[in-house]
C-alpha cells in the first residue's frame, strides 16, 4: 500500500507565504514524477506544479513567479512553496505522486487533500 500524506495548508493572509509538504509512504521501488495540483469550489481541478526524479520542474502560469517545487528523494517528499497568496490561490491542494511499487509498473497515486485558504 502506498500512501501520500499532505501537511502546511491553513488561513494565510494575502499576500502571505506558505509551504505544503507531501510525503509518500509504504512499499515503494520507486518514484517518477511528483506534483501538486488544486480545486476551488465549482472549478475542475488543475495543476499547479510538477517535478521529475531529477528534478525538472514545471509550473502553471497563474502561480510560477512565486512558487517552488522541490523534492527530497531520499525522504520521498515533495514541497510546494508559494508566496503572495492571493484570494484565487484558495483551494484545496492535492499533492500526487507516480510511483512503481514493483520495476517498471508505475501508478499514479493521491493525497487527501490539504485546504489553503487565502483571507484577510
Known amino acids: 500500500q502506498v500512501q501520500l500524506v499532505e501537511s502546511g495548508g491553513g488561513l494565510v493572509q494575502p499576500g502571505g507565504s506558505l509551504r505544503l509538504s507531501c510525503a509518500a509512504s509504504?512499499?515503494?521501488?520507486?518514484?517518477?514524477?511528483m506534483g501538486w495540483y488544486r480545486q476551488a469550489p465549482g472549478k475542475q481541478r488543475e495543476l499547479v506544479a510538477r517535478?521529475?526524479?531529477?528534478?525538472?520542474?514545471n509550473y502553471a502560469d497563474s502561480v510560477k513567479d512565486r512558487s517552488t517545487i522541490s523534492r527530497d528523494n531520499a525522504k520521498n517528499t515533495v514541497y510546494l512553496q508559494m508566496s503572495s497568496l492571493k484570494p484565487e490561490d484558495t483551494a484545496v491542494y492535492y499533492c500526487?505522486?507516480?510511483?512503481?511499487?514493483?520495476?517498471?509498473?508505475?501508478?499514479?497515486?493521491w493525497g487527501p487533500g490539504t485546504q489553503v485558504t487565502v483571507s484577510s
Open positions: 500526487n505522486a507516480v510511483i512503481a511499487v514493483v520495476s517498471g509498473r508505475y501508478s499514479q497515486y
Open positions: 509504504g512499499t515503494i521501488f520507486s518514484i517518477n514524477e
Open positions: 517535478i521529475t526524479s531529477s528534478g525538472i520542474a
